[in-house]
C-alpha cells in the first residue's frame, strides 16, 4: 500500500517537474542558432509586447444625450435639408413626399420590390 502512495508521488513530482520546464522561453533564448530559431528570423524585441489593460474605461463623454426638444428640431431640419435637396418649395409637396417616405421609389409607382417587365 504504502509502495503505491510512494509511486503515485513519485509520478505527481515527475509531472511537476515537466510541466515546469514547459516554460521554454529563457531555454529557446539559451539554445544555439542551429536549433533555435531560422537564421532569417526577426530580431526580438529589448522589452515584451505591453497589451492594453482589458478593463480600463474610457473617461465620460463631454456631450450629453440630445433633448426631445433637441432631436425634434434636428429632425425638421433634416426634413427641411432633404425637401431643398429634392427641389420642394411649398410645404403640401413636402406632406405627401411623407407619405411615401418608407417606400421604395419603385413601389411608389405600382411596381413591386424586385419584379422586372419581361423584354
Known amino acids: 500500500m504504502q509502495r503505491k502512495q510512494a509511486r503515485r508521488l513519485l509520478v505527481a513530482g515527475a509531472l511537476a517537474a515537466t510541466l515546469g520546464a514547459c516554460s521554454s ?3 529557446i533564448d539559451k539554445l544555439p542558432s542551429d536549433m533555435g530559431e531560422p537564421a532569417d528570423a526577426p530580431a526580438r524585441p529589448a522589452v515584451a509586447y505591453q497589451y ?3 478593463h ?3 473617461p465620460p463623454r463631454p456631450d450629453q444625450p440630445l433633448t426631445d ?3 425634434v428640431q434636428m429632425e425638421q431640419q433634416l426634413e427641411n435639408l432633404r425637401d ?4 420642394h ?3 403640401t ?3 405627401g413626399s411623407k407619405k411615401t417616405k418608407n417606400q421604395p421609389a419603385a413601389a411608389a409607382e405600382g411596381e413591386t420590390a424586385g419584379s ?3 423584354p
Open 84 to 87: 431643398r435637396q429634392e427641389g
Open 89 to 91: 418649395s411649398d410645404k
Open 116 to 118: 422586372k417587365g419581361n
Open 93 to 95: 409637396a413636402a406632406k
Open 52 to 54: 492594453p489593460a482589458v
Open 25 to 27: 522561453s529563457a531555454i
Open 56 to 58: 480600463d474605461m474610457p
Open 69 to 71: 426638444e433637441q432631436q
